[in-house]
């Protein structure tokens, strides 16, 4: 059970689908294969995206024999099972990929916060929740909240500000810049989407591995990101040509 119909949990559920049954298929597991539950509370997966893309990727997640539930949530989980949307479901895998919580330290000077309706810090034209007070990324309540590249403009944009008002210059007013998202929905196939441009398939592959070389860059020396980049390039379960002959199992 993955619950969450984001760019995280229908990434994880796709990959999933296929690598688990590589295992099943290598170590001879017999009988009926693993089932792969994708749950959303949202009417659709990926509901920031656009519907066509979400109705693409629904299509391409089914394929990989996905199960996909929207419009429910999860309610409670004991170790055997997970209730959703009043409905018993026996698990004893579940992974959570619906977002995140707030720090506890807005909760815990709740009176000192405005919150907006789904938990965030509510800020004004130049991302204040107080007087010299600033919230940025995740837990700020903007338009593109919740991913990385808006946690990055964020932080450039107060910065910025900052500096301004160092020379005596007015500070900007924040506008929300939607980012290009990319989502890989099992091997060799991805969603790119921008505005009003989409890319499925392969393309869409390639773009994700460009992203995610500029993301490794960000943060490392061009060859260390180069190393890194391709390590990630080999494919997850060719640990099986070097381990050895393993037994079937019966």
Do not use: C
Not at 191 to 198: A, Q, T
Request: aromatic share 8%; net charge positive; glycine share 8%.
């Amino acid at each position: 059970m993955v619950v969450g119909g984001g760019p995280t949990g229908v990434e994880l559920s796709a990959a999933l689908g296929s690598y688990v049954e590589r295992l099943r298929q290598h170590y001879g597991v017999k009988g009926r294969p693993v089932k792969i539950d994708l749950i959303e509370a949202a009417p659709r997966i990926l509901p920031r995206m656009s519907e066509k893309a979400s109705a693409r990727v629904a299509a391409r997640l089914k394929s990989l024999g996905v199960n996909i539930q929207v419009g429910k949530a999860v309610e409670s989980e004991t170790a055997d099972e997970i209730m959703v949307s009043g409905k018993p479901i026996k698990s004893h895998t579940v992974i959570w990929t619906s977002g995140v919580a707030n720090s506890p330290f807005y909760e815990a000077n709740k009176d000192q916060f405005k919150f907006a309706p789904r938990g965030r810090v509510a800020v004004d034209q130049h991302m204040r929740a107080a007087k010299d007070v600033y919230v940025i990324g995740d837990n700020a309540a903007t338009l593109y909240t919740g991913l990385a590249q808006t946690a990055l403009h964020d932080a450039e944009f107060v910065a910025a500000n900052f500096k301004r008002e160092q020379r005596g210059l007015r500070p900007k007013e924040y506008k929300a810049v939607m980012p290009p998202v990319v989502v890989p929905v099992g091997e060799n196939w991805a969603v790119f989407e921008w505005r009003k441009l989409r890319l499925y398939g392969f393309i869409g592959s390639l773009l994700r591995r460009a992203a995610d070389f500029i993301g490794y860059n960000d943060m490392l020396p061009i060859g260390q990101a180069l190393g890194v980049w391709h390590a990630t390039m080999v494919v997850e379960d060719d640990y099986f040509a070097s381990e050895g002959d393993v037994p079937a199992a019966k």
